[in-house]
């Protein structure tokens, strides 16, 4: 024991002096500098640098494009062009006062942009060539200097189905607040903030108004990303007169007060973007392809206009329609209010003459719902992907009571192209096309597949059907596998005057033998007096009266 005891403690101490000696070649590890420590690790060329966006599916699905917000590294080996040098040095009509360390963080974004970022850049430029003209007319209009437009292509790269981790959305990156000061309606149906159109107006109203509060452009932008009040309260604070210097006094805040990377970064970033937009050609990137705003044109619509019918109606298909009306998160419009869609150009008068049709509701858009035994709101709901209140409002329903064989409306989603008919229902029509037998009175399921060699499984699932209990005479069926088409024709319920004498051969049963006359089942049990529980022999005569 004493032995054991001594070894134990022998382990010991040398599993001590082992982390000992890890700490102290820990502590004599060289430390990294500190420009090298403040500098994020560089995203992939591919990566977008937008402030944390995420492109949704509409109706709220996850994320197809991922961005984030890094600064490039000052240490790029690899030189500026003096084309690139030239195009850097634009003067641009909004001077700004800015000291070294200021000019330095532009021409990062500058370097990124140009160089390793070149495809995410050439990307941004491919994606706005309708928006950008539009915007810029629309900045024109209302007094805004002509570059601030440029501001999109750091807010969200053109990108109108965005939305950042934060809630922020669209080409303008609203927030749910101020997109609604702003008059852009956000709910279940529509998000506007998406609609590149009416977005870009509420963003040249929402930059006047900063501008009006701090008397700076530059403080505008850095308002519009981090919020008019942060920047009211460090300017206060600070007694800046200036971005460049309110982000040089930034240190003097308290550590809530300050200005965060992402908005000391903001106005660099927009400085080299519209530096870039301003020699396209002569940093070698391709023109953007300016499609004048003529090509789509806006169209009221009432309230639950099925949207699925009109692009069908205008020969789009639905991807190209939401792509031209990235605002609308379902295949039907607001039920509550009219709402604008954008059609192209050439097809805006058989649009207009379809919304003023009866054609115009055919319920595309919308499933006809049949109310179960079991169903509640809550199930139907989460079935269907549609909140209850929102059944209840469309459906006129104030009660949690639910009848099975109610017909409920249910909007249509457009993240796919909804069936407005369940599988079961489409199985259904495609065998009533294909039905090569017609149900007889008394048939059933079971009778139906001893006599085909078709197992009952297969035959519901054929033929679309819940449950073997129930089948209607006169009906089709479609069985497959069946060599020949065999359509019976139902018997006449009296006698005919030609009687068969017929004798049993091997293998056939009642079912097959009314089969082969095209007479019922059930009269063949009848004429013979035989149950449905008889067992017939080769060499047994059975009496048929057959046409």
Known sequence: MQKNSDTHKMTFQKILLLCLACMLLAACAPKPSKSTATLPVLIPDDTTMISELVELEVGGEPADEVVDVQVPPADDAEPLSSEEIEALETRLNIDIEMDESDRKVVEQYFKYFTHRGRKTFQRYLARCGMLLPHATEIFKEKGLPEEIVYLAFVESGFNAKAYSRVGAAGVWQFMPYTGRVYGLHQNWWIDERRDPYKSASAAADYLLKLYNDFGDWYLAIAAYNAGEGKIGR?????????????TQKNHKLSYRARLRKETKHYVPKFLAVVKIMRNLEKLGFEPVNEI????????????????????NDLDLKWRAFSDMNTAFR???????????????SNKASKATAFLESDKSRPYAGWLAYKVRKGDSWYRIGRRHGVPISVLKKINNRRSNLLRPGQRLMIPG?????????????????????????????????????????????????????????????????????????????????????????YQVRRGESVWTIAKKFGVS?????????LSKRSILRPGDNLKIYAN
Do not use: M
């Open 234 to 246: 460090a300017i206060k604070k600070t007694g800046a007169e200036s971005f460049f210097e309110l």
């Open 292 to 311: 004048p705003c003529e090509n789509v044109t806006p169209i009221q619509v009432k309230g639950g206009t099925d949207l699925l019918a009109l692009s």
């Open 330 to 344: 379902r295949q039907v419009s607001p039920p509550d209010y009219v709402s604008t869609v954008y059609v192209p």
């Open 413 to 501: 989603s457009n993240s796919t192209q909804v069936a407005w008919r369940s599988p079961r229902a489409k199985t259904r029509a495609i065998a009533q096309k294909r039905g090569n037998y017609i149900v007889q009175k008394g048939d059933t399921l079971y009778d139906i597949s001893r006599a085909t060699g078709v197992s009952v499984k297969t035959l519901l699932s054929a033929n679309g059907l819940r449950s073997a209990k129930r089948l209607r005479a006169g009906s089709k069926l479609y069985i497959p596998n069946q060599s020949k088409t065999t359509v019976a024709k139902r018997s006449s319920s009296k006698k005919s005057t030609k009687t068969v004498a």
């Open 521 to 529: 089942y059930k009269d063949v049990l009848r004429w013979n007096r």
